[in-house]
């Protein structure tokens, strides 16, 4: 089992709508979460981090932590074809706070 | 957030030569820097943590006497790919960690892309 697991698309949501992302870790890893932006040829761009379980709203994004059944999902309201790129779930290690494992990645398409 | 750097940002070389890519943190000192590797289609997969003043932590499977890592100062971590041949091929990418902060939120580099002939 990858420690990591993403479903990589791609996800095509109308603009305006609400894109939905998810991702699984296993538990060996644990503690912090983050979601990065990946446009075409681009490097990562963090949009959010989340620690705790519940919800963390950021403008129209929001993360959710659920540790009990171990996933973290991405809500992006209002979507917008500039927000077509691929989304990464990456999770740092219980044991070693600076060491992420990333999942592959869901490629998001938001149609005009 | 930080602002990380690194040249160059596209690189092609011969197979058999030496390649170094550098990665800066602008306005902020970084004890810490990450290196990692992205192949098309794929996610990024580390290759080494990078400690200022010290040797270089690699990952299982990743040669460490093929990829040189020198953190010389606090603003300065250098991969060095030796005698590099087209299976180095690669998106490689730096990070660093928020300064500053107690976060472990990792920001990166904009990316060198290789390519070995």
């Keep these: ?112 | 957030g930080a602002v990380v750097s690194q040249h160059p940002s596209r690189v092609i070389c011969k197979s058999g030569t030496s390649v170094k890519i550098e990665c800066r943190s602008l306005d902020f000192q970084a004890t810490t820097m990450f290196w990692y590797r992205q192949f098309p289609k794929k996610s990024l997969m580390l290759m080494a943590t990078s400690n200022e003043g010290s040797k270089a932590t690699y990952e299982q499977g990743v040669e460490k006497d093929k990829f040189l890592i020198n953190h010389a100062s606090l603003t300065l971590s250098t991969l060095t790919v030796t005698s590099a041949h087209p299976e180095d091929s690669s998106f490689y990418i730096c990070s660093a960690r928020a300064p500053g902060t107690r976060s472990n939120e990792q920001f990166f580099g904009p990316g060198t892309r290789l390519t070995v002939l």
């Design chain 1, 1 to 112: 089992q990858k420690e990591v697991e993403q479903n990589s698309g791609p996800l095509s949501v109308p603009e305006g709508a609400i894109a939905s992302l998810n991702c699984t870790y296993s538990d060996r890893v644990s503690q912090s979460f983050f979601w990065y932006r990946q446009y075409s040829g681009k490097s990562p761009e963090l949009i959010m981090s989340i620690y705790s379980n519940g919800d963390k709203e950021d403008g129209r994004f929001t993360a959710q932590l659920n540790k009990a059944s171990q996933y973290v999902s991405l809500l992006i309201r209002d979507s917008q074809p500039s927000d077509s790129a691929t989304y990464l779930c990456a999770v740092n290690m219980k044991d070693n706070f600076n060491k992420f494992y990333f999942g592959s990645g869901t490629k998001l398409n938001v149609k005009p």
